[in-house]
């Protein structure tokens, strides 16, 4: 495939899965890990927690690149689960895994995922969002109990993993299905053209 462009994309992210989301873009990238700080107030909007944590993330990868890095973009990313405006981020044990799960069970509930592109030449930025429905299947106690239990929805938002074990307990989505997983590919591809970058 011809290169359309010669700027650096750096993903400022610790998700595997958001790299491998990202691969599938077939632009070269490099990862830099974001530390930033994650807390947010509680009146804040489930839009408003993604775009603002998303921009946190860019924005400190951005403020440390050294000079002959600057011919960058930088993306950021941030995901969250939310039922009737309860906000659910990652369980911090399996019990309060199990915990999301019951209240996810048996119905709707939205994923919000927060995009970030920063210019790193002079810091302008591109922050916007996706939301996608997701239902779950009801489940028993004993199956809430064993899913939370194989560890695979901790590090996820909302205690589940659509891309694994967890297909077994979703029983549809509208929207974007990669939004769920952490990064909405079409959304982004749209974002970077502002930054010179044409996926195709
Ligand atoms: C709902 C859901 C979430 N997730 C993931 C996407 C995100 O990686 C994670 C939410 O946590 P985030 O805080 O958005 O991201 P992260 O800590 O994994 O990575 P980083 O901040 O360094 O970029 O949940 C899935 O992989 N599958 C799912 O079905």
């Not at 995922?113 to 239902?135: F, H």
Request: hydrophobic letters at 40%; a negative charge; one cysteine or more.
């Amino acid at each position: 495939m011809e290169t359309t462009s010669v700027r650096k994309i750096i993903l400022a992210s610790t998700s595997p899965r958001r790299a491998e989301l990202l691969s599938s873009l077939q632009i070269p990238f490099d990862i830099m890990p974001s530390h930033a700080d994650e807390s947010t107030p509680d009146h804040w909007t489930p839009d408003k927690i993604v775009t603002e944590l998303a921009k946190r993330k860019a924005t400190a990868v951005y403020e440390s690149l050294d000079l002959s890095k600057r011919n960058a973009v930088i993306i950021g990313s941030d995901t969250i689960v939310v039922r009737d405006g309860l906000v659910l981020g990652k369980p911090h044990d399996v019990e309060e895994a199990a915990s999301m799960l019951r209240l996810l069970q048996g119905r709707s509930h939205l994923v919000f995922t927060g995009v970030a592109c920063i210019d790193g030449l002079n810091g302008t930025s591109q922050v916007e969002y996706r939301a996608t429905t997701v239902t779950m299947k009801a489940l028993s106690e004993q199956e809430i109990l064993n899913y939370a239990g194989s560890g695979e929805g901790l590090d996820k938002a909302g205690a589940y993993a659509i891309q694994g074990l967890g297909a077994s307990i979703v029983t549809g989505i509208e929207g974007c299905y990669f939004n769920v997983v952490g990064l909405p590919l079409s959304l982004l591809s749209d974002m970077l053209v502002h930054f010179g970058i044409r996926i195709l």
